[in-house]
């Protein structure tokens, strides 16, 4: 062992810190197969993973943004890796995304120690690992699993090269590199960058620095801006071949906006900048439900629902406590760089939800700010830390909150989890034998519920099914022409399914000749010789 590790181990942070690293993991990989979150979206990183490990299909384009335009593939082919890697089995990327939870814990100490003190660091990774809010976004494998971990390096990036330390301008051409094109949520993070260089340009006492600082952050940002333009080759690429076909996806979304298109959230102001402080007073305290299922969905009544389940008291506290917290570091002549930083990453937030919600009438939901989340632990850290010295208030304090997420997450459930769907699909592929079968799913909100790639997995796929319109240039044979005589609908309810789901679901129920409930799955299994139900796909 080194002397600088042994240096590490000795010192009483190591212990503390360890038992948080382990405690982050473990509440995120806990009843993995129960809570694993697997739709329609998770199905086509399987399916595009799936052809890069087995069909050897590099593609150029990544997802979709709501823009109607790709990012490029770059998260796709990490997420490949770890798939093949897996057995392509999708469950494996919950075990990657525990690990990035754990990158993200350490990125978070380190970056509260840089800022402020070691102590704040401590405290915000306490946040990061018992959040129950934070646990369900970091289950959830996606883009935006890396966008805590990006937005942390950012923030340390621009402190150190503020401070002179040029290396880390390498650091932050790696996030410019690969932050987009995980999620478009990270411009904030660029826009932090520009201004920061624009602060340091024309009021350089802001960050304290000398010249030479601010021809350091003027270069590393440029730097990172032509790494940035080096990442599109590949969407370039792809535009040439197909006629610019993905550019063109802005002119869809530009005629959306022209139209009237309404987002899911009131485009009142009010109601669009109370989103922000709703969040963060749910990353601290579990209010409404624990059902991943809805926690995750894109319903708006779910979407909006839990936000609304926040007391406005409790906003309105939590929108106060921030300011205090600026206010109170803004005094603090030696970290006031510090404070600046975080000050800037919250205002672009702010006025990035104001103009994505209202002026371009966007659909706002609360994963699209979990980058200012562990930001926000550190701030709330510091907090804490300026009345340490009251320490039964403050131990109080994080009993409470550890408590009552603790209670939340364990308690948590997914009314359409991995294991229940894996149980459907093979007892689909059991019941029909070797005979040919079409796959329909209803439900109103969780129809698309990623389904399709497991019957891959299974060992025996629909020859007709229900996302086939989507799909089919991700299968390695294409759907039939003809409907086969056997049909199974697997039906996912919830309390808000229309009226005409539930007609249709009375038809599908008539005709049955078995059924099966897994959990909150119900399967139906019907003769369609006659192809009575043939008229959806």
Not at 56 to 78: K, N, S
Not at 252 to 274: C, D, V
């Amino acid at each position: 062992m080194s002397i600088k590790l042994k240096k590490i181990v000795r010192q009483k942070h190591f212990y503390l810190l360890l038992i948080l690293l382990i405690s982050a993991v473990f509440l995120r990989i806990w009843r993995l197969p129960d809570l694993f979150h697997f739709t329609y979206d998770e199905e086509i990183i399987a399916f595009v993973g799936k052809r890069i490990f087995i069909n050897h299909h590099l593609p150029l384009i990544g997802g979709v943004t709501p823009m109607h335009v790709h990012l490029a593939p770059y998260f796709y082919w990490f997420s490949a890796l770890w798939l093949g890697l897996s057995n392509l089995q999708p469950i494996g990327w919950g075990v990657v995304a525990a690990g990035i939870s754990a990158c993200t814990l350490i990125a978070l100490f380190i970056t509260g120690e840089k800022l402020f003190n070691r102590r704040i660091g401590v405290i915000a990774a306490g946040f990061y690992a018992f959040s129950f809010s934070q646990n369900v976004f970091d289950r959830h494998y996606w883009g935006l699993s890396f966008n805590g971990l990006f937005g942390l390096l950012t923030i340390l990036s621009l402190h150190e090269l503020l401070r002179g330390k040029w290396k880390y301008g390498i650091l932050l051409a790696v996030v410019f590199f690969a932050a987009f094109h995980s999620d478009p949520s990270t411009l904030i993070l660029y826009l932090l960058v520009f201004t920061v260089m624009v602060i340091t340009r024309i009021w350089p006492q802001a960050f304290s620095v000398a010249k030479a600082q601010q021809r350091l952050i003027v270069k590393a940002g440029l730097m990172a801006s032509a790494v940035f333009l080096v990442s599109l080759i590949p969407l370039v690429v792809f535009d040439l071949r197909h006629n610019f076909s993905n550019s063109k996806g802005i002119l869809l979304y530009l005629e959306e906006i022209q139209s009237g298109k309404q987002g899911n959230l009131p485009t009142r102001p009010l109601a669009t900048m109370f989103f922000l402080p709703q969040v963060l007073s749910r990353a601290f305290f579990p209010f409404g439900n624990n059902n991943l299922a809805t926690l995750y969905s894109y319903c708006s009544q779910y979407a909006r629902g839990k936000l609304n389940t926040v007391p406005v008291p409790v906003v309105i506290a939590v929108t106060i406590l921030i300011g205090i917290a600026f206010y109170q570091g803004g005094l603090l002549k030696a970290k006031r760089p510090s404070y600046l930083l975080l000050l800037v990453l919250f205002g672009i937030t702010l006025f990035g939800i104001i103009t994505y919600g209202i002026v371009f009438r966007g659909d706002l939901f609360d994963h699209y700010v979990v980058t200012l989340l562990p930001p926000f632990y550190l701030l709330s850290a510091t907090l804490i830390d300026r009345y340490w010295r009251n320490r039964f208030l403050v131990f109080g304090l994080l009993l409470f909150f550890i408590g009552a997420n603790l209670l939340q997450l364990l308690s948590a459930q997914h009314w359409f989890g991995y294991k229940d769907k894996i149980q459907t699909v093979q007892w689909i592929v059991s019941e029909s034998g070797q005979t040919d079968f079409s796959l329909d799913v209803i439900g109103d909100c969780f129809r698309y519920n990623g389904y399709r790639y497991l019957f891959y997995l299974a060992g025996k796929e629909p020859v007709k099914s229900y996302v086939d319109a989507n799909f089919t240039y991700l299968y390695d044979q294409p759907p039939a022409e003809n409907y086969p005589s056997l049909l199974f609908v697997i039906v996912n309810q919830d309390s808000y399914d229309s009226a005409a789901f539930h007609a249709e679901y009375q038809n599908f129920q008539a005709a049955a000749s078995k059924r099966l409930l897994i959990g909150n799955i119900e399967v139906l299994k019907i003769d369609n010789q006659d192809l009575k139900f043939t008229g959806k796909f």
